[in-house]
C-alpha cells in the first residue's frame, strides 16, 4: 500500500468516526428531549362580585381594560344594603368597604390585572356573590404543557428543568420546570408540567403572549449518562481551546 492509500484510509476512518460520535451525541441528545403533546400559554384570575344583591348604575371597565388593586369596577345600588344601613349591621365608615351612606357599594379590583370577561354592564340586576367580572391577574403568566412520558422518562424529570417554549410565529422563549402534577395511564405517565419564564410578559410577540395561545414546549430530561459525560468534556475542552487561541 503506498503512503497516499494510507493518508486517505487514515482520512476516511477520521472522517467515519467524527461522523458516527456526532450521530451518538445528536441521538443522545434526543433522547434527553421530550416535546409536548399540547400546551398553552395561562394565568391566574379571580373574580369578581358584589355583597349585595342590587342595580348595577356604574360600569368602569370593558374586557381589555387594565386594572389596579383598589381601582373601582362597578358601583351598585341596593336597596339591601341600605336596610342594613339603617339598622346598624353595616357603616359607610369602614375604610376600604365600599359602602357608601346612600346605599351604593363600590366594587373595586383585588390586584392589578387585565379584565377578560364580564358577567355584569350598567343597568343589568345582580344577585349578591354573583361573578360580575374576571380578572387576569398581572405576572402570572405561565405554560401549561401535557406530556406523555414512559417511567424512565418521568424519573428523569428534574425540578428548575429546563423548557424550550415555542410560540405559533417560531419565537422561542427559555423556562423551567415549576410545578409537575401526573397520573399513571396504560403504564405512561401523563404529565402536566407548569412552565415558569421571564420571557413570558403579556402582549409580547405582537400580542401572542397572552391566555390561551397555544404553545409547544420541548422539555430536558436529565440525562446524565456516559455518552453526555464524554460529550460535555469535549464540549468543554474544545470551548477552553477556541478561548486559548482566540480570546
Known sequence: MTWGARLRLLVGLVLVLAL???LTIH?????????????????????????YAGLVVTQEVEVGDAVTQGQPLF??????????????LVSPDVPGSGIAA???????AAADGVVSELA????????AGTRMA???????LTVQAEFTLTPEQFARVEDRAPVSIRLPDGTTLDGSVD?????????????VVTVASAGLVRGDADGLVAPGTPVTAVLTLDNDGLVSTVAESVEREVGELVTRWWP
Do not use: K, M, P
Open 75 to 88: 358601583v351598585v345600588d341596593s336597596a339591601a344594603l341600605r336596610h342594613d344601613l339603617l339598622i346598624g
Open 27 to 51: 441521538l443522545n441528545d434526543r433522547r434527553g428531549e421530550a416535546t409536548s403533546t399540547s400546551a398553552s400559554i395561562h394565568t391566574r384570575t379571580y373574580d369578581v362580585g358584589s355583597s
Open 179 to 191: 410545578e409537575v402534577d401526573a397520573t399513571t395511564a396504560a403504564g405512561q405517565a401523563q404529565a
Open 20 to 22: 458516527a460520535a456526532w
Open 134 to 140: 374576571t380578572v387576569d391577574t398581572d405576572g402570572t
Open 102 to 108: 346612600d346605599g351604593t357599594l363600590t366594587v373595586t
Open 120 to 127: 355584569a354592564s350598567r343597568g343589568t340586576f345582580v344577585q
